[in-house]
């Protein structure tokens, strides 16, 4: 039957085939996203006919989902550590791998002697790492910092929905916007592609903020800065923990030991790639 559930759903399908690895689920996300109704819906009411304005609002979807615009960007939402994330074209769109990040943080949490925590997240884009780290630990004070202050804006705007108390927000290029320098853990999850990468990705990224992507010709120039500054913002004894594209791990520990970091290591996230390095500050 034309216009019902079922029949969007295979034809959205189909099209979505040659746009992404998995075409039934976006589907299902853009579908319920246009009804306004949770994903069970579909299944539930599959021969429910959609009305013009629904019909209308879903192929829009549909449509710049095929021109290669990301999923998040057309619901406006992504979810990261369980918690769902406003964004916008003018943020990042959060990884999955970036959630390695908050898992070292909770990890090197445990050497601490004295509790709760000050941490630091430099360049915040819509806030997902701070907010994870205040989410979970509600007795932390977390500040984030980044030069965009309409990624600001959405990171403020998570801040409220999630009804986070923990976490306060400063416009400024990575360590120069801190209010003070007394930091246990300091985190970034900065841009790292080379420029020879951007162009090579430039389509499937072509949506998102160049600059929370592109750090130079070797992709490294935002870490070398984070990784000199850092370490007059922690406290004797901190952490700095940085990720980095799978293949900078080396690069990214010279880095670290030639700022004065101790011991620096690399992490591995779930693909077995190399993607989190983090050392103490002497």
Known sequence: MLNTIQYYLNQAKTSLTSVC????????????????????YLYTHPN??????ESNRFMDYLQRRQSGE????????????????????DTLIPRPETELV????????????????????LGTGCGAIALALAYERPSWQISATDISQYALMVARQNTTLLSIKNLDFFQGNWCTALPHSDFDVIVSNPPYLAETEWVEYAHGLLFEPRHALVSGQDGLD???????????????AGFLAIEHGYSQGLAVRQLFAQAGYNHP??????????????AQCK
């Open 48 to 53: 429910y006919r959609l009305s013009d304005e």
């Open 222 to 236: 935002a870490i070398k800065e984070i990784c000199l500054s850092s370490k007059y913002f922690l406290k004797s």
């Open 70 to 89: 990301p999923i998040a960007y057309i619901t406006g939402k992504r979810e990261f550590w369980s918690l769902d994330l406003l964004v916008t074209q």
């Open 102 to 121: 908050v898992e070292t943080v909770l990890d090197i949490s445990k050497c601490f002697d004295h509790h709760p925590l000050k941490v630091a997240d």
């Open 265 to 278: 290591e690399t992490l591995r996230d779930g693909s077995g790639l190399e993607r989190v390095t983090l």
């Open 21 to 40: 690895d998995y075409p039934l689920l976006e589907a299902e996300i853009l579908l319920a996203y246009a009804l306004r109704q949770a994903r069970a």
